[in-house]
Structures are given as C-alpha cells and as structure tokens.
C-alpha cells in the first residue's frame, strides 16, 4: 500500500526552521503494516522556501479550504494560498500514486490532523486539522497524525 507521509517525519529537513521531526513510530508503522511511504512537504511543494516564516490558523483546515478562515504567518501576513497550493500538490500526488493512507505530522497548520496550533503563536494546541490533511480527509483518504 502506498501512503503519503509528512517528510519531515522521515528525518528531511523540510521544517520551518529548517529541522525535521524524524518520529521512528513512523518508520516502525511502515514496516509493520508493509507500507511503500511518498514523502511529501506540502509548504514546500506551495513554492514557500525553507527556513521558512512561522504559520498558523484560527480556524482550521477544513474552514480554510471553505473560505471561512485564513493561514497567517507569526508576522501577521495571509498565506492561505500557500496553504491551498500545497494541499492541493500533496492531493494530486497522492491520486497519482494512489495512495490509501497519510501518515502526517501533528500540530502542523498543513498536515495535522487532529491537534494543531491554536493561532496564537503560544505554542498552545487544540483540536482540528491542517489545511492539507483536511483536503486529503475529503477526498476519502485515512489521515494518521504522529507527534
Ligand atoms: S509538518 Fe508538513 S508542512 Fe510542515 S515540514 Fe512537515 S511535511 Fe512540511
């Protein structure tokens, strides 16, 4: 089966900051459920450089992609485009390659799926999905969040 997975949780350094968060639960979910993982970075793929300003959301993924909320950086800048952009990178590639499952970085504004930022840049958290993770979700696929 193949999956889509947060790249930086495969040790890239795609992050923000120009780190990743290598998680091996992710690589031992792999193995054991036999998985052939497509790593992707949806921030990267919208075209956003790495390092790379801080972003979050009030709302959340699925309000995003509605209209009803935006993506800021820590500056106070509107990058839902961005957010929109990559969402829809990471989709196509998952139809091409058929993937059936995300395994997907939590907390992130694009791939969490179940905790992210709360849009206060306080590092508090709350319920809700990203903005990619939430695109992927309504196209049928099974979203994993991995701290
Ligand atoms: S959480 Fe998603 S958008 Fe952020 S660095 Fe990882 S793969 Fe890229």
Known sequence: MNAIVSACLLGI????????????????????KGIN?????????????????????????????????HVYSREGEVMTDFFIKGAEEVLKIAKITNAGIALMKSKSPSCGAGTIYDGT??????EGFGVTAALLRKNGIDVIEFD
């Open 13 to 32: 350094n795609c992050r923000y900051d120009g780190s990743n968060s290598r998680n091996q639960k992710v690589f031992d979910f792999i193995e054991e």
């Open 37 to 69: 993982p497509i790593p992707v970075c949806p921030e990267q793929l919208a075209g956003l450089p790495t390092p790379r300003v801080e972003c979050e959301t009030y709302g959340d993924g699925f309000e995003v992609l509605e209209g009803h909320s």
């Open 121 to 126: 840049f306080c590092g508090r958290t709350r």
